[in-house]
């Protein structure tokens, strides 16, 4: 195989393996989703501890996120600007980026409602 094939089956293994743990993350999510909702809805009537949980699972869902993706993200980007000229590494890097962010988006949208806390928490995810 030549280095090309080689990086493109590597990009192709990033992307299953990202992909599962995003599937796996949904699949969680549905099970989740009602007590998650409704643990926003009661800190949203100002409760002390119903928002220090919230707090607390916004925490740990971004902990958890970026343990699980940081070391395959890092890989895929890597592979994605391999033997690149600048101007297409910085592309194809950027254009990467934008597809984990927005797959992090969207998984993090079926797990919480989006509040201006639940922003905060999403913001310093991405």
């Not at 299953?16 to 949904?26: G, K, N, P, S």
């Not at 980026?97 to 989006?114: A, G, K, R, W």
Request: with cysteine; charged share 25%.
């Amino acid at each position: 195989k030549s280095l090309r094939q080689q990086a493109q089956i590597d990009n192709v293994e990033i992307g299953l393996t990202t992909a599962r743990a995003f599937i796996e993350f949904q699949a969680v999510a549905s099970k989740v989703g009602p007590l998650v909702q409704s643990i926003q809805n009661k800190a949203s009537r100002q409760s002390v501890q119903y928002k220090l949980l919230l707090s607390q699972l916004y925490q740990a869902f971004a902990h958890y996120r970026l343990k699980m993706l940081w070391a395959e993200v890092e890989k895929g980007w890597k592979k994605e600007i391999e033997d690149l000229d600048l101007p297409s590494a910085v592309r194809a890097g950027c254009s990467f980026l934008i597809n984990v962010l927005t797959y992090e988006h969207q998984l993090f949208e079926h797990f919480f409602e989006m509040t201006a806390d639940a922003k905060k928490v999403l913001d310093g995810l991405l």
